[in-house]
C-alpha cells in the first residue's frame, strides 16, 4: 500500500484515482470544486482542505488538470506541491500541458528535492474508467521508476519514452491527428446526414472501410448509434471542446517551432475555436458535428 496524492478529480482524475483505491492504497484528493470533490469522496479518495495537506505524506503526487497554467499554479510557490511533499517523493503529471512547461517543472521540482515525471493518456473517460489508458512517460529513469508501479494500476500500455519532455511530445503529436480526426468525423457527419443517410448504417459501413479512425470509432457524433459515445449522451463530456483546441494550440505552436506547417491541424483547431467562441466549449468535443450542422443549414448558408 502507498500514500498517493490526487490533485485535479475531474473527468478522468476520478475514475483512474478510484483504481487506485480499489488496488488498496490511501488516496488523498483535492480539487476546486465541491462537485467534483463530492463524485472522489463517492469513490473512496479521503477529500484534503487544501493541494499542501493532500500531498504532505504522498510518496507519488497525481495531476490531472486543464493545462500547463493550473499544472504550474498547483505546483510551485509556496501553496504548492512541491513545497509541501516529502523529500524524494514524485509528482506523475498526467495532463497534457506541452513540452516546454513538463521541462520546466522538471527543473524546478528538482530544486526541491522532488521528481516530475510528464505522464500524459490517450483513452478518454471510457479508458479511464476500463484502466485501459496508454501513458506516455517523459521523465528520469528513477522516478519513471517509483512512479509506474501506480501507473500500471490506471493504464493497460505504459512506455518510457524518454527524458523530461518526450510524453508530452508524443501526447502533442497523438492528439494533433485525433483532433484532426475528429473533426473530419464531425464534418462527414453532417455531408452524411445531409444526404440522407441512415446514421447507423454510415456508421457500419465507415467502420469496415476506409474512413475508419480512433476518433470516429468511439466518439461518433451523431447520437443514438454509439452507446458510449457522449453524443448519446447530451454532448456532455467526455473530452470538451476547449480541452481539444487547446491541445490543438499546442501541436500548432510547437510545430511552428520545429518549422512543420501543420496546416490541416490548424484548420481543425479554428472549427474547435469558432465552436467555442459560439459558447459549447464546454460540451464534449463530438459537439463540433452540431456546430458544423447548424452553421451549414441551407437557410443559414444562404443569408
Ligand atoms: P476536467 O476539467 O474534467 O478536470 C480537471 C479538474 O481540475 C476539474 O475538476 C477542476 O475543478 C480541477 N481544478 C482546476 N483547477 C484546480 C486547482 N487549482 N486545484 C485543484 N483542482 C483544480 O478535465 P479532464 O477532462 O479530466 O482532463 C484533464 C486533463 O487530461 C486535461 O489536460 C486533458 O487535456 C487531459 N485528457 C483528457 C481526456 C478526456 O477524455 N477527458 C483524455 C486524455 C487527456
Redesign the pocket.
Known amino acids: 500500500m502507498n500514500n498517493v496524492a490526487w490533485?485535479?478529480?475531474?473527468?478522468?482524475?476520478?475514475p483512474m484515482s478510484a483504481h487506485l483505491v480499489k488496488a488498496g492504497h490511501k488516496v488523498r484528493g483535492?480539487?476546486?470544486?465541491e462537485?467534483?470533490r463530492e463524485a472522489a469522496r463517492a469513490h473512496g479518495v479521503e477529500v484534503s482542505g487544501s493541494?499542501a495537506e493532500a500531498v504532505r505524506d504522498a510518496e507519488v503526487v497525481f495531476t490531472?488538470?486543464?493545462?500547463g497554467v493550473?499544472?504550474e499554479?498547483?505546483l510551485t510557490g509556496p501553496d504548492g506541491a512541491f513545497a509541501h511533499m516529502p523529500k524524494g517523493s514524485v509528482v506523475a503529471d498526467?495532463?497534457?500541458?506541452g513540452i516546454d512547461m513538463a521541462r520546466s517543472l522538471h527543473s524546478r521540482a528538482k530544486e526541491h528535492g522532488v521528481g516530475f515525471v510528464d505522464a500524459?493518456?490517450?483513452?478518454?473517460?471510457q479508458?479511464?474508467e476500463d484502466a485501459s489508458?496508454t501513458l506516455m512517460l517523459g521523465g528520469d529513469a528513477d522516478d519513471v521508476a517509483r512512479a509506474t508501479p501506480l501507473i500500471e494500476q490506471i493504464g493497460s500500455y505504459i512506455v518510457h519514452v524518454g527524458p523530461s519532455g518526450d510524453g508530452q511530445a508524443m501526447?502533442v503529436v497523438n492528439?494533433a491527428m485525433m483532433g484532426i480526426s475528429m473533426a473530419a468525423s464531425c464534418e462527414a457527419s453532417v455531408l452524411a446526414q445531409r444526404l440522407g443517410l441512415d446514421p447507423q448504417v454510415f456508421y457500419d459501413i465507415v467502420l469496415r472501410s476506409s474512413g475508419d479512425s480512433w476518433a470516429f470509432r468511439n466518439w461518433f457524433p451523431l447520437p443514438g448509434v454509439v452507446p458510449t459515445s457522449p453524443s448519446s449522451h447530451g454532448y456532455e463530456?467526455?473530452?470538451?471542446i476547449d480541452?481539444?483546441h487547446?491541445?490543438l494550440r499546442l501541436a500548432t505552436a510547437t510545430a511552428e517551432e520545429f518549422d512543420v506547417r501543420l496546416d490541416t491541424a490548424r484548420t481543425a483547431m479554428r472549427l474547435f475555436a469558432a465552436a467555442s467562441a459560439a459558447g459549447a466549449g464546454k460540451r464534449d468535443c463530438t459537439a463540433l458535428a452540431l456546430e458544423l450542422g447548424a452553421r451549414d443549414e441551407p437557410e443559414a448558408a444562404s443569408v
Do not use: R
Open positions: 490533485i485535479g478529480l475531474g473527468h478522468m482524475g476520478v483535492f480539487d476546486i470544486e462537485s467534483a493541494v490531472m488538470l486543464q493545462s493550473v499544472v499554479e498547483v498526467c495532463s497534457t500541458i500524459p493518456v490517450s483513452g478518454g473517460v479508458g479511464a489508458l501526447k492528439n463530456p467526455g473530452f470538451m480541452l481539444l487547446k491541445d
